[in-house]
């Protein structure tokens, strides 16, 4: 199914119906925060994306793509596959395959910036 016509998220229920199930999903949020990683001897970025459902989606990205460069308070809606990983003391849910739909520019600056 193309990422497009995949569902979007629009509750915290399904959200963690969507995990547990290691679904593929559409979400949309803001970039909360970021930082860099390793995967083995590759270098990556990780992101956690602040969602409208009260969860974030936590997910990596290549420091080179578009995704991997994401200012801090950025909207996107991006298409990812979910690890069955939550942390749910934080309402944290793992995301891998990351795919990038859309994204804009936020002019009001992210919660706890």
């Known amino acids: ?19 547990i199930s290691r679904e593929r999903v559409r979400v949309r949020g803001i970039v ?12 990556n970025v990780w992101l956690r994306i602040q969602t409208a459902v009260g969860a974030s989606v936590r997910l990596t990205a290549s420091p080179s793509s578009t995704l991997g460069t994401m200012p801090h308070g950025a909207i996107v809606e991006l298409a990812a596959r979910l690890t069955g990983l939550v942390d749910v003391a934080d309402n944290v849910y793992y995301a891998e395959r ?14 706890g910036a």
């Open 1 to 19: 199914m193309p990422a497009r016509d995949l569902e979007l998220i629009r509750s915290r229920k399904r959200l963690h119906t969507a995990a």
């Open 98 to 111: 990351a795919q990038l739909l859309r994204w804009e520019a936020n002019d009001e600056p992210a919660a």
């Open 32 to 43: 909360a925060e970021s930082g860099d990683g390793y995967s083995g001897t590759y270098r």
